[in-house]
T-cell receptor
Framework: GENVEQHPSTLSVQEGDSAVIKCTYS??????FPWYKQELGKRPQLIID?????GEKKDQRIAVTLNKTAKHFSLHITETQPEDSAVYFC????????????FGAGTRLAVHP | DGGITQSPKYLFRKEGQNVTLSCEQN?????MYWYRQDPGQGLRLIYY???????QKGDIAEGYSVSREKKESFPLTVTSAQKNPTAFYLC?????????????FGEGSRLTVL
């Protein structure tokens, strides 16, 4: 089955710096890669996703890149702000009839003013 | 106001007791899921259901049971057979079909076994 590894487990940056979180997956058939953000005490929420027919996707300060050959994808946050502090989860699945997402272990991002 | 509602938010259980966590959604989503969240281990899939009266085991189904008698409801029972039940449990739902993507999560239920 699919296995997703996520690094680093914790990340500390200064406000305004960039943050990068990386994930690798094992199943070459996976074709859907979302990223979820979970603020302290709150539910996870989708922030961006990418499908395998696309190499990069941007939404304001966040972007995701996908390298299907190497089976890895990354989340990039530019100009970080204190409100970006949260736990970020990557995931992978076979899209289609249902979303059996396999999640990474999460990255705790701390943005210091 | 559409969304997913989980209850109770906090639950304490004695060893050997079964407990049922409620999950209700009014998003008209076909698919529903239960995930377990432990520190440093991300979200692990317990059970999922694509349609009423049908469900499949996820990666860590042992010691858990579910039912899907109604589209809106997907309760999870943590049985006494679950060896380490203390955890944070998240229910989610999604649209069925090829263009499905986003999981919508409830606020979670934190179970503590005393």
């Amino acid at each position: 089955g699919e296995n997703v590894e996520q690094h680093p487990s914790t990340l500390s940056v200064q406000e305004g710096d960039s943050a990068v979180i990386k994930c690798t997956y094992s199943d070459s058939a996976s074709n859907y890669f979302p990223w979820y953000k979970q603020e302290l005490g709150k539910r996870p929420q989708l922030i961006i996703d990418i499908r395998s027919n696309v190499g990069e996707k941007k939404d304001q300060r966040i972007a995701v890149t996908l390298n299907k050959t190497a089976k890895h994808f990354s989340l990039h946050i530019t100009e970080t702000q204190p409100e970006d502090s949260a736990v970020y989860f990557c995931a992978a699945s076979l899209s289609g009839g249902y979303n059996k997402l396999i999640f990474g272990a999460g990255t705790r991002l701390a943005v210091h003013p | 106001d559409g969304g997913i509602t989980q209850s109770p938010k906090y639950l304490f259980r004695k060893e050997g007791q079964n407990v049922t966590l409620s999950c209700e959604q009014n998003l008209n989503h076909d698919a529903m899921y239960w995930y377990r969240q432990d520190p440093g281990q991300g979200l692990r899939l317990i059970y999922y259901s694509q349609i009423v009266n049908d469900f499949q085991k996820g990666d860590i189904a042992e010691g858990y049971s579910v039912s899907r008698e109604k589209k809106e409801s997907f309760p999870l029972t943590v049985t006494s057979a679950q060896k380490n039940p203390t955890a944070f449990y998240l229910c989610a739902s999604s649209i069925q079909g090829a263009k499905s993507g986003e999981l919508f999560f409830g606020e979670g239920s934190r179970l503590t076994v005393l």
